[in-house]
């Protein structure tokens, strides 16, 4: 368990090099985003009041959906030249490459969020009036909610014929209350009409759980064969 | 074993016979909603035994990832399969009987929202069996069914906690029901519950035959090749292992 962490770090450091000096995960990442948000803008009129009231569910959409692309690239990078191969032989610890490849996600959406967050405020027009320094928790606790079941499930889709297509089909049905919480919550935040604190603590639940779930599977996923 | 299925088989039209005589003609019509209150007995029993395959499926997941019987996996692939099929009979009966007494054929409420998310799960549990590899499927499979139950709890306070803040227009349940049609609605149940039995039994043992169909394919193609490649010394022999 004491290698846990250090191996942990190393991979991470690794994985952000390597993105550091390729950039493809994020640049392809924040077009998509992008592409989503001004889709949604020709799709919902920005100008009428009733976007504003849905903008909590379309920010948290075009999230997802570009969570997707940067998930389904997490393990497709470790199967060239069988690294995945090499880990699962190495005496390193299976969890230790889960947090790796989590953290990494995590780190990347949070960039992706940054940066199309502003943008959506600007398009939609968004004023927060609830209380805003909420959102930060529901961001972060959104974010890991889909990175970690996410990176989770693109293991075990990366081992299925059609790779790509698959992530999607498991994360999707398994992350409904995950992304209801996220969006009701950012919802009430933004529109100030009602407590958030519900929502909010569902959404801590589901991450502990399904994190503790990760956990103590990822083991038997890597090793499936 | 062998022959107990055909007594079963036998059993089990003999009382979804019966259970269909009693829903048809015996149970009392109800006041307001009229005839098309008998879907009530189809609809409650097929949830019931969907709920309870998908409880199986479960069970048998754990105990795979626990014990590695191959045996596990086929009672968790059935009992998906089949709880799929039990799931379908419930969102499709359900909005057939709630457009003449709520008027609308969908709500957003808890039990409806609930029982489609878990079609959805369930649904995409197949999808993964279909397109994985054969040989790491019951893994990847049983670890998707674990996490599609730890799923179900927040599903249900997520919709329980929504519900709330928006009333439905109709919510149905609560209230009395009379003995008779409770009555009914057991045996209805039994006669359902034998049914997916004896479906579950029967996609099992097909499930064993093909396994052992393939395995069987498997050993026999690479003693072909490996017996071919010794005698023609590497050269391919073309058409002689089976498809």
Same mark, same amino acid.
């Given at each position: 368990?004491?290698?846990?962490?250090?191996?942990?770090?190393a991979s991470l450091a690794k994985d952000i090099r390597l993105e550091w000096r390729s950039k493809d995960a994020l640049n392809s990442m924040l077009f998509f985003s992008l592409l989503v948000v001004v889709?949604?803008?020709?799709?919902?009129?920005?100008?009428?009041?009733?976007?504003?009231?849905?903008?909590?569910?379309?920010?948290?959409?075009?999230?997802?959906?570009?969570?997707?692309?940067?998930? *389904?690239?997490?393990?497709?990078?470790?199967?060239?030249?069988?690294?995945?191969?090499?880990?699962?032989?190495?005496?390193?610890?299976? *969890?230790?490459?889960?947090?790796?490849?989590?953290?990494? *996600?995590?780190?990347?959406?949070?960039?992706?969020?940054?940066v199309m967050a502003p943008l959506f405020m600007v398009f939609y027009n968004l004023r927060v009036v609830g209380a805003a320094w909420e959102l930060i928790p529901v961001c972060v606790l959104g974010t890991?909610?889909?990175?970690?079941?996410?990176?989770?499930?693109?293991?075990?889709?990366?081992?299925?014929?059609?790779?790509?297509?698959?992530?999607?089909?498991?994360?999707?049905?398994?992350?409904?209350?995950?992304?209801?919480?996220?969006?009701?919550?950012?919802?009430?935040?933004?529109?100030?009409?009602?407590?958030?604190?519900?929502?909010?603590?569902?959404?801590?639940?589901?991450?502990?759980?399904?994190?503790?779930?990760?956990?103590?599977?990822?083991?038997?996923?890597?090793?499936?064969? | 074993?062998?022959k107990a299925f055909p007594i079963l088989a036998v059993l089990t039209v003999l009382l979804l016979a019966y259970a269909f005589y009693e829903a048809m003609w015996v149970a009392p019509t109800e006041r307001?909603?009229?005839?098309?209150?008998?879907?009530?007995?189809?609809?409650?029993?097929?949830?019931?035994?969907?709920?309870?395959?998908?409880?199986?499926?479960?069970?048998?997941?754990?105990?795979?990832?626990?014990?590695?019987? %191959?045996?596990?996996?086929?009672?968790?692939?059935?009992?998906?399969?089949?709880?799929?099929?039990?799931?379908?009979?419930?969102?499709?009966?359900?909005?057939?009987?709630?457009?003449?007494?709520?008027? +609308?054929?969908?709500?957003?409420?808890?039990?409806?929202?609930?029982?489609?998310?878990?079609?959805?799960?369930?649904?995409?549990?197949?999808?993964?069996?279909?397109?994985?590899?054969?040989?790491?499927?019951?893994?990847?499979?049983?670890?998707?069914?674990?996490?599609?139950?730890?799923?179900?709890?927040?599903?249900?306070?997520? +919709?329980?906690?929504?519900?709330?803040?928006? %009333?439905?227009?109709?919510?149905?349940?609560?209230?009395?029901?009379?003995?008779?049609?409770?009555?009914?609605?057991?045996?209805?149940?039994?006669?359902?519950?034998?049914?997916?039995?004896?479906?579950?039994?029967?996609?099992?043992?097909?499930?064993?035959?093909?396994?052992?169909?393939?395995?069987?394919?498997?050993?026999?193609?690479?003693?072909?090749?490996?017996?071919?490649?010794?005698?023609?010394?590497?050269?391919?022999?073309?058409?002689?292992?089976?498809?």
């Open positions: 368990m004491n290698s846990l962490w250090p191996i942990t770090l889709i949604f803008s020709f799709s919902f009129d920005p100008t009428a009041e009733e976007s504003r009231e849905i903008a909590g569910g379309l920010v948290w959409v075009a999230f997802l959906f570009s969570a997707i692309v940067a998930l *389904n690239q997490t393990w497709a990078r470790e199967l060239r030249n069988q690294v995945l191969d090499a880990y699962r032989v190495s005496p390193a610890p299976a *969890n230790a490459l889960f947090l790796s490849k989590a953290l990494g *996600n995590f780190i990347l959406v949070t960039l992706l969020e940054a890991w909610a889909l990175v970690a079941s996410g990176t989770f499930f693109a293991a075990m889709s990366i081992r299925t014929r059609m790779r790509e297509v698959m992530l999607p089909l498991i994360l999707f049905p398994l992350s409904i209350p995950a992304i209801q919480s996220m969006v009701e919550a950012t919802r009430i935040i933004l529109s100030g009409d009602g407590n958030p604190r519900f929502w909010i603590v569902l959404l801590l639940t589901y991450d502990v759980v399904f994190t503790t779930a990760c956990l103590a599977l990822f083991e038997t996923v890597l090793q499936a064969e | 074993m062998k307001t909603m009229g005839d098309v209150q008998r879907i009530f007995y189809y609809h409650v029993p097929s949830a019931w035994t969907a709920f309870i395959l998908f409880f199986v499926n479960l069970v048998a997941s754990v105990a795979y990832l626990i014990r590695k019987n %191959p045996k596990a996996d086929a009672v968790a692939l059935v009992s998906a399969e089949v709880g799929v099929i039990f799931c379908t009979v419930v969102l499709v009966t359900g909005p057939i009987w709630a457009r003449p007494v709520w008027g +609308i054929w969908w709500t957003w409420d808890l039990r409806l929202t609930l029982t489609l998310v878990l079609w959805l799960i369930y649904v995409s549990y197949l999808v993964l069996r279909r397109f994985s590899d054969s040989a790491q499927t019951p893994k990847l499979a049983a670890v998707l069914a674990i996490f599609g139950a730890l799923d179900v709890p927040l599903v249900y306070f997520s +919709i329980w906690f929504f519900r709330t803040q928006h %009333p439905q227009p109709v919510i149905g349940g609560g209230g009395s029901i009379d003995p008779r049609m409770l009555h009914i609605l057991l045996i209805n149940w039994l006669a359902f519950s034998c049914f997916a039995f004896l479906v579950c039994w029967a996609r099992y043992r097909l499930e064993m035959l093909k396994r052992d169909v393939e395995e069987a394919e498997a050993l026999e193609s690479l003693l072909d090749t490996g017996t071919s490649a010794t005698i023609a010394k590497g050269k391919v022999s073309l058409g002689g292992g089976p498809r």
